[in-house]
């Protein structure tokens, strides 16, 4: 390797220090299956922006029938809209790993080891219940000590755990008994089940007691069938009618007193992430100084039909102080019956936030997500709706948007005013819009004026946040009581620690093994440690790779500090593990899941779900 002799000044182009760049042909990012394997046969083109992206950026109108192929203005067409390309890889090109079937695993009758007894369940029971033939295909076991068996004295899964030469002995699972007994309750509230057979059965029978949001959504309709009554009656000039807003007074249960205070101010928000913000990804967040945390994004229809794995995304880890559930529907009603369920089941959250800016297709036809911006009718109802249901739990309803669905149209501000007047307790505004996905920089000067017009409810700013100094920058522009911080976390999780201390933290290669190895063990602990949660750590542990390889470390930058939309030219780190962890291609991801999770099966296919054609 060879330094180079000096570096350019390029917009959009992160520099680094001459004697770190690698001058040798640039190797590209993992884009499709075939990358996740093979660095080479990657077209080089596939990295480049789809051609009706640029021309909406470049401010081209571009109608519906110019994409269907030919020419305008002198720019080729893409054939189809099937062909454009999005902000992420479709579940066609992910394959997920295949689960292991019920006639594969072991009964947990056994897992401890051989019984003198027999299977409560064996009559109808599907798992093995020959230990011998079981630990015959068990895949060997993975080097080091057992995180769960240190921690709480006992490893649940015992002879199954992939770790299990830790605390197997003789073919029985060991127990420290004076650990466990301090820890059994620790760990048994973390691993309890959210959502109850009877309640699956009666949901999924339809037979759940949904009579109180019931009871609340007839009376929002009849209120609003008596103040469209009277507007008639004022219009015909046959009496008086009340002018405005439809009143809520007579629906919600609590006075604002009695509602649950969270104290907005100067916090730092964790944003709710799809597939990386799981727990294991914020209990590192919490450990760095995030304030407030909230699930990932779930679907209230799949909640309502007692989708197990949508309830799963619902643990709360005792480290989180202030967590919410984030919902994401079209429909008030809907929305309101799932927000009851979950508070029926016992989870207990501190507050629900309406997602309004996911950008994805699939939920932005639907008219959820980012597509409820260009409904505000079913907007108005779904806020008073989630205030109504919410409050007679004494729990806050936030919202959080984006500036609006076109680039050249926000349209945010009458959302704002709304929630303002309909008592939602806070909104946190992204400034970029549906269209836009996260090109180009976020609009802090919009996010600014939202902010006063909000008044005296608190509106949160987000976007391109990623050093202390930004923070402070955009916090003072816009006078928001606290910020959301999104890419910036999953790049270098500590830059709340950063913010809160107010220094640059130059994280080497050891700490940031130190900070994979941490988020690998709370995802044994989260989701197990025999095979498939080993496999179902490993799948979310490359999934934060292909965020965490973008932090450029800040002893390399020729002008600290890192701006989260630059990409930097191929560069080599200060010793070789440090070049691994920067590494674009999910070849070598897939290399440092190894060093903790040990060897992957030889037909192992990964490709990140988040591929943006920003950084």
């Known amino acids: 390797m060879a330094a180079a002799t000096s570096t350019a000044v390029t917009d959009g182009i992160a520099r680094i220090k001459p004697e770190f760049i690698w001058i040798k042909p640039e190797e590209p990012d993992c884009v499709s299956k075939e990358s996740a394997v093979k660095r080479e046969n990657v077209d080089e083109t596939s990295l480049a922006e789809p051609e009706v992206k640029k021309l909406k950026i470049e401010g081209d109108n571009v109608e519906e029938s110019d994409v269907k192929g030919g020419e305008k203005n002198g720019v080729k067409q893409i054939d189809s809209r099937d062909q454009r390309k999005r902000g992420q890889n479709k579940a066609k090109d992910r394959p997920l790993p295949k689960k292991a079937a019920m006639d594969e695993k072991l009964c947990p009758h056994l897992h401890d080891g051989p019984q003198e007894s027999k299977c409560p369940h064996l009559s109808y029971c599907s798992f093995i219940h020959d230990l011998d033939k079981y630990l015959s295909t068990k895949p060997e076991d993975i080097k080091g000590s057992c995180y769960i068996f240190e921690t709480y004295g006992k490893c649940p899964r015992g002879v199954t755990c992939r770790f299990s030469s830790a605390h197997v002995v003789d073919g029985k699972n060991v127990t420290n008994e004076e650990l466990w007994k301090s820890q059994q309750s620790l760990y048994e509230s973390g691993h309890n089940i959210l959502l109850p057979k009877k309640t699956q059965i009666d949901l999924r029978r339809r037979n759940f007691d949904f009579k109180p949001v019931e009871k609340i959504w007839?009376?929002?309709?009849?209120?609003?069938?008596?103040?469209?009554?009277?507007?008639?009656?004022?219009?015909?000039?046959?009496?008086?009618?009340?002018?405005?807003?439809?009143?809520d007074e007579d629906l919600v249960s609590l006075r604002p007193k009695e509602m649950k205070k969270i104290d907005w101010n100067d916090k730092l928000y964790l944003s709710p992430l799809t597939t990386v913000g799981n727990l294991p990804f914020r209990r590192l967040c919490v450990e760095f100084g995030a304030d407030i945390t909230c699930s990932e994004m779930s679907?209230?229809?799949?909640?309502?039909?007692?989708?197990?794995?949508?309830?799963?995304?619902?643990?709360?880890?005792?480290?989180?102080?202030?967590?919410?559930?984030?919902?994401?529907?079209?429909?008030?009603?809907?929305?309101?019956?799932?927000?009851?369920?979950?508070?029926?089941?016992?989870?207990?959250?501190?507050?629900?936030?309406?997602?309004?800016?996911?950008?994805i297709d699939s939920i932005y036809r639907q008219g959820a997500g980012s597509g409820l911006m260009n409904r505000f009718n079913k907007f108005n109802a779904m806020v008073r709706s989630m205030v109504s249901v919410l409050g007679g739990q004494g729990k806050p309803f936030t919202v959080k948007m984006r500036k609006g669905v076109h680039m050249d149209k926000n349209i945010a501000d009458k959302f704002i005013l709304y929630c303002r007047n309909a008592g939602v307790s806070l909104v946190t505004l992204h400034g970029r819009s549906r269209e836009q996905r996260y090109l180009k920089t976020a609009d802090w000067n919009y996010i600014t004026d939202m902010v006063k017009m909000g008044s005296p409810m608190p509106v949160y700013g987000n976007g391109d946040i990623l050093s202390w100094e930004e923070y402070n920058e955009r916090k003072a522009l816009s006078n928001a009581p606290g910020v959301m911080i999104g890419r910036g976390?999953?790049?270098?999780?500590?830059?709340?620690?950063?913010?809160?201390?107010?220094?640059?933290?130059?994280?080497?290669?050891?700490?940031?093994?130190?900070?994979?190895?941490?988020?690998?063990?709370?995802?044994?602990?989260?989701?197990?440690?025999?095979?498939?949660?080993?496999?179902?750590?490993?799948?979310?542990?490359?999934?934060?790779?292909?965020?965490?390889?973008?932090?450029?470390?800040?002893?390399?930058?020729?002008?600290?500090?890192?701006?989260?939309?630059?990409?930097?030219?191929?560069?080599?780190?200060?010793?070789?593990?440090?070049?691994?962890?920067?590494?674009?291609?999910?070849?070598?991801?897939?290399?440092?899941?190894?060093?903790?999770?040990?060897?992957?099966?030889?037909?192992?296919v990964f490709v990140p779900k988040h591929k943006a054609s920003s950084w």
């Open 218 to 247: 007839n009376k929002m309709h009849h209120s609003q069938s008596s103040t469209s009554h009277q507007r008639d009656v004022a219009k015909n000039g046959t009496g008086e009618g009340k002018l405005g807003p439809v009143s």
């Open 299 to 359: 679907l209230a229809t799949s909640l309502l039909q007692g989708n197990a794995h949508e309830f799963a995304l619902h643990r709360r880890h005792p480290s989180e102080k202030i967590w919410g559930v984030q919902l994401c529907s079209n429909n008030g009603f809907i929305a309101g019956k799932a927000a009851h369920l979950l508070a029926e089941c016992g989870i207990e959250y501190d507050f629900v936030d309406l997602n309004m800016g996911c950008p």
């Open 489 to 604: 976390a999953l790049i270098k999780p500590w830059i709340f620690q950063e913010i809160k201390e107010q220094r640059h933290i130059d994280m080497t290669s050891t700490h940031r093994m130190e900070i994979l190895q941490k988020f690998v063990n709370y995802g044994l602990d989260h989701w197990g440690s025999d095979s498939q949660g080993v496999t179902t750590t490993r799948r979310f542990f490359l999934e934060f790779q292909s965020f965490f390889h973008r932090y450029i470390p800040y002893g390399i930058l020729e002008d600290p500090p890192q701006k989260v939309n630059q990409r930097p030219p191929r560069y080599v780190g200060r010793d070789e593990m440090e070049t691994l962890l920067c590494s674009g291609n999910a070849a070598d991801w897939i290399k440092l899941s190894e060093i903790f999770l040990g060897s992957v099966p030889s037909d192992f």
